[in-house]
């Protein structure tokens, strides 16, 4: 079964850290870029970071650049962010995506044709 399964998120006070993963099966990972995105209570759905497959390049959206770390593992068909320095705006369902091919990178949900169904992240004291 072509799927996309996220995993490890849970609630965190800030300041604290959260590792994502996102298990890809039914399918070659190497062959896509793979792209997290998230959703908060009553906002649009955005992207997070994105990376794309050999040579990767990498994207962050500019507010959790410097606290988020995204990577990819093709032997083991995974894709983790690594959040720290977490903060009550990050809380979110956070999702992984897959794209229309290896180097086709964005932040931008419309490039992303696969889809996980989320874990949620919250941030809170």
């Known amino acids: 079964q072509v799927q996309l399964v996220e995993s490890g998120g849970g609630l965190v006070q800030p300041g604290g850290s959260l590792r994502l993963s996102c298990a890809a099966s039914g399918f070659t990972l190497d062959n896509y870029a793979i792209g997290w995105f998230r959703q908060a209570p009553g906002k649009e759905r955005e992207g997070v970071s994105c990376i794309s497959s050999s040579d990767p390049t990498i994207y962050y959206r500019d507010s959790v650049k410097g606290r988020f770390t995204i990577s990819r593992d093709d032997a083991k068909k995974t894709v983790s962010l690594q959040m720290n320095s977490l903060k009550p705006e990050d809380t979110a369902v956070y999702y992984c995506?897959?794209?229309?091919?290896?180097?086709?990178?964005?932040?931008?949900?419309?490039?992303?044709?696969?889809w996980g169904q989320g874990t949620q992240v919250t941030i809170s004291s």
């Open positions: 995506a897959r794209g229309y091919g290896p180097t086709l990178c964005s932040l931008n949900s419309i490039d992303f044709g696969l």
